[in-house]
T-cell receptor, first 115, second 110 residues
């Protein structure tokens, strides 16, 4: 069964450093998403991406965050200057239909720890 | 909040018993989805029910949707130890995002 792959599985970074979280969505999917889950809290929407541009973003997704699809397979989330409160599990997801006809396929997540 | 809210927060049952959890939401939906998350792992899509559907089955899962009450329920029949996980409902409105609830943690005792 096709999978969404995320790397690394765990990243520790110093506060103020830049991090790039990587995702390989399912190959024939067209819609890509990032969500995060702070430990013990709800899964929160960050951003959706379609046709090489952001479709929607939440208030969490401020100027410190950016997304990119640098080639035909990868989808990245960059946090420019990490803060302690960015520590969370970050999930990438993809879907073949953007308007919710089907469920999303989520990756296993990257646990980001900012120290 | 537009997010789904599950109850109970936690549920402990004996293997073989049924587990029922509920989800409520506040605004109109396009569809409602249920996901499972094993500890420290990713989210696995279980089942999607559209706003014009009332009930849906998938294996041992049964989902109902009552749009007049803005609520949904997930029933897992004949539970197994492997069903131990957190279960989340996620509401999809007419935008691109899913809004998740806080989840129900289900423990199935052998």
């Amino acid at each position: 069964e096709p999978e969404v792959t995320q790397t690394p599985s765990h990243q520790v970074t110093q506060m103020g450093q830049e991090v790039i979280l990587r995702c390989v969505p399912i190959s024939n999917h067209l819609y890509f998403y990032w969500y995060r889950q702070i430990l013990g809290q709800k899964v929160e929407f960050l951003v959706s991406f379609y046709n090489n541009e952001i479709s929607e973003k939440s208030e969490i997704f401020d100027d410190q965050f950016s997304v990119e699809r640098p080639d035909g397979s990868n989808f990245t989330l960059k946090i420019r200057s990490t803060k302690l409160e960015d520590s969370a599990m970050y999930f990438c997801a993809s879907s073949d239909k953007g308007v919710g006809e089907y469920g999303y396929t989520f990756g296993s997540g990257t646990r980001l720890t900012v120290v | 909040s537009q997010q789904g809210e599950e109850d109970p927060q936690a549920l402990s049952i004996q293997e073989g018993e049924n587990a029922t959890m509920n989800c409520s939401y506040k605004t109109s939906i396009n569809n409602l989805q249920w996901y499972r998350q094993n500890s420290g792992r990713g989210l696995v899509h279980l089942i999607l029910i559209r706003s014009n559907e009332r009930e849906k089955h998938s294996g041992r899962l049964r989902v109902t949707l009552d749009t007049s009450k803005k609520s949904s329920s997930l029933l897992i029949t004949a539970s197994r130890a492997a069903d131990t996980a957190s279960y989340f409902c996620a509401r999809r409105s007419n935008d691109y995002k899913l809004s998740f609830g806080a989840g129900t943690t289900v423990t199935v005792r052998a």
